[in-house]
């Protein structure tokens, strides 16, 4: 889970925003909760899983839904209309004022009165008074074709009339979510949207209004978005996240390699299945650019490899396959958390643990953390020659000899 956050996070990049929202769509309450989890470690920003952000303590993040747009269908449905006005202590009628608002945005950003849902424009009323400093609408839930284009033309104008209203009694709207459509023609214009409010009326903030996007949401997705120059600021990601579209299942087996001190080996004549015997220690060589070169494995009774001092570093199974390192860095990867029913070192937290996975994607290459055709990393292939030999040795030890007449 937290690999497949961390492969979404590469594709977004740095300065968009994550969220999980995939709590439904999740395998079980245990499976929902396990994914706000470590998508977060993965490097995602946020949550919707209320009981997971109370748990972990990680920022909890979200929006309305359709349904809540479609349960307003006018201006009788709202319980109240009053918000004080920040600037004065005087409660005020955000109807009216967006209302008053409504009118000069449609001129301005060539919008038919008449293709504004009331209905749609009561429910953001009722959200905004609800939420004034965390007004983020859907928009799209009322689409209207114009000219065989889908616009969100109504939710749109209406977003902005609540905005505006909102900016009147002291408050700044967040943005808005686009749920179905296209994509990045859609942020395009909704930016182009708040560019045109923003220089009209002098509020330089409007124009950087946030725009998410949710929508079935995958890596690939992301990838084709950012060839499109779209304006998204947040994805929304949830049933491809939290599934795990690419690799559901986790092919993970247990091996013994070793047992009262004795090592074991299991032999196959698939070599991928031959373990690696005995009690070992990893290590990660670095190279004079800062990256990751190789991971190492040896054997716990050897010294442990030593910046500047040349490593052989050896396949475990092909003899010709070998290389000297030598390393500008040692990184040991094993720590013992855990031994004889104890807590040996204290636990890190969930942040500590998150910053550890983003620091340690910085020291991979670029071309191994690519999306296409990415370079194998070299993990879990290389051996020291010491235990080279004692896997052979080892090996010979347990195979059966034939016999033949």
Same mark, same amino acid.
């Given at each position: ?33 396990? =994914? ?28 309305? =839904? ?117 994509? =990045? ?221």
């Amino acid at each position: 889970m937290a690999t497949n956050a961390a492969r979404y996070r590469l594709a977004a990049g740095k300065k968009v925003k994550l969220l999980e929202f995939g709590l439904r769509r999740a395998q079980g309450p245990d499976g929902g909760l396990s =994914a706000s989890k470590y998508c977060y470690i993965g490097g995602f920003d946020g949550t919707s899983n209320v009981l997971a952000g109370k748990m972990f303590n990680i920022p909890v993040k979200g929006t309305h =839904a359709h349904a809540y747009i479609t349960s307003f269908s006018g201006f009788s449905d709202l319980q109240t209309k009053m918000l004080i006005d920040r600037n004065t202590g005087v409660e005020r009628d955000l109807l009216a004022l967006s209302l008053d608002w409504r009118g000069p945005l449609s001129t301005l950003l060539d919008i038919m009165p008449d293709e504004a849902s009331d209905g749609e424009l009561t429910a953001l009323i009722s959200f905004a008074i609800a939420f004034p400093d965390g007004f983020i609408a859907l928009v799209d839930t009322y689409d209207v074709k114009r000219l065989s284009v889908i616009c969100c033309r109504s939710g749109l104008l209406n977003f902005c009339a609540v905005a505006m209203a909102l900016n009147d009694l002291g408050y700044r709207a967040i943005g808005i979510r686009i749920d179905s459509g296209d994509l =990045a023609y859609l942020s395009n214009q909704a930016r182009e949207i708040f560019t045109k409010i923003a220089n009209k009326y002098n509020l330089p903030w409007f124009a950087t209004l946030q725009i998410m996007a949710s929508n079935d949401i995958n890596e690939e997705t992301i990838l084709s978005l950012n060839d499109q120059n779209h304006q998204i600021d947040c994805f929304a990601i949830g049933t491809h996240l939290v599934t795990c579209q690419r690799q559901p299942a986790l092919g993970c087996v247990y091996k013994l390699v070793e047992i009262n001190g004795t090592p074991r080996i299991k032999l196959s004549q698939d070599v991928v299945k031959v373990t690696m015997p005995g009690r070992k220690d990893a290590y990660r060589l670095y190279g004079a650019d800062g990256h990751a070169l190789i991971d190492l494995l040896q054997r716990s009774v050897e010294s442990p490899p030593r910046v500047g001092a040349r490593v052989l570093c050896r396949h475990p199974f092909q003899e010709s396959k070998r290389a000297y390192v030598i390393p500008t860095r040692v990184e040991p990867l094993y720590k013992a958390y855990w031994s004889n029913g104890e807590i040996k070192v204290p636990l890190p937290t969930l942040d500590e643990i998150r910053q550890k996975v983003q620091n340690s994607l910085k020291t991979l290459r670029q071309d191994h953390k690519r999306n296409l055709n990415p370079t194998p990393y070299k993990v879990q292939v290389a051996v020291s020659d010491d235990l080279y030999n004692f896997i052979h040795d080892l090996w010979l030890e347990n195979a059966p000899i034939g016999e033949l007449s």
